[in-house]
């Protein structure tokens, strides 16, 4: 069986002292998180952070003490069964500014409860449930 690894990034921002979430929705109409095929030589922190400014246009800073990772497993174009692991970190966005890629049709930054009904796999949703437990104990230390 074949095995993929591909890396992503939960973004956040804190706008207006609320967080805020980016998801990308794909052209095939799903949305989910920056995140894309890990390449020979990369870690998987080097991969989501290139995924995030090739799909975003984006930068962020990476938060110590996050991974989370899922595996799946697909049938590819040449009905070969893949098997597929993600790993996703957490991010802050140095800029909202997004500039999406022509993998993805539209953009959203959205606070915790739209972005938890938006996201269109159970598996980036438990990603984002993680994240925004880590997110909000990190970003209420940080203004004590």
Known sequence: MKQL????????????????????QHTAGH??????????????????????????????????GFEKQFTYQFYDQTRSLVKKTVYFFVGKAQSIDVKISQEHQSFLWVAYNEAFTLVTHDNARDVLCSAHQFITQHEMHEEQ
């Open 31 to 64: 949305w989910s998180f920056p995140k894309g095929k890990m390449e020979g030589g990369e870690t998987k922190k080097q991969a989501a952070l290139r995924e995030l400014e090739e799909e975003a246009g984006i930068f962020a800073d990476l938060m110590p």
């Open 5 to 24: 690894y591909s890396a992503g990034v939960v973004v956040f921002s804190n706008q207006d002292n609320h967080i805020k979430y980016l998801l990308l």
